[in-house]
């Protein structure tokens, strides 16, 4: 089954979204103009899936997840992780 991992880094600009979604639609119609029926409505499906995906069921990571991950935070702030270390 196909999987799209929508908290990637690289779905989060709107543009990346639609620019996937369009060029899977236009290979498809691109298939269906040429009388390959097969290949384009799997790729139509694929268009499809892609669209509920980024586009109707993304949701964007919020900044507070992000925080909490500590890759905004400086790495001198977070607490030795071993007390020999702290010296």
Same mark, same amino acid.
């Given at each position: 089954?196909? @999987?799209i991992?929508?908290?990637?880094? #690289?779905?989060?600009p709107?543009?990346?979204? #639609?620019?996937i979604v369009g060029?899977c639609t236009?290979? +498809?119609v691109?298939?269906?103009? @040429?009388r390959?029926?097969f290949?384009?409505? #799997?790729v139509?499906?694929i268009a /499809?899936? +892609?669209a509920?995906?980024? #586009?109707l =069921?993304? =949701?964007?990571?919020? @900044?507070? +997840? /992000?925080? =909490?991950d500590?890759?905004d935070e400086? +790495?001198?702030e @977070?607490p030795? /992780?071993d007390?020999n270390?702290?010296?």
């Amino acid at each position: 089954m196909l @999987n799209i991992d929508t908290s990637h880094p #690289l779905y989060r600009p709107l543009w990346v979204r #639609l620019l996937i979604v369009g060029l899977c639609t236009a290979w +498809a119609v691109i298939e269906f103009v @040429n009388r390959e029926f097969f290949w384009g409505t #799997l790729v139509g499906g694929i268009a /499809a899936y +892609a669209a509920y995906e980024l #586009l109707l =069921k993304f =949701k964007p990571a919020s @900044n507070d +997840a /992000a925080g =909490k991950d500590g890759v905004d935070e400086p +790495a001198a702030e @977070n607490p030795p /992780a071993d007390k020999n270390d702290a010296g």
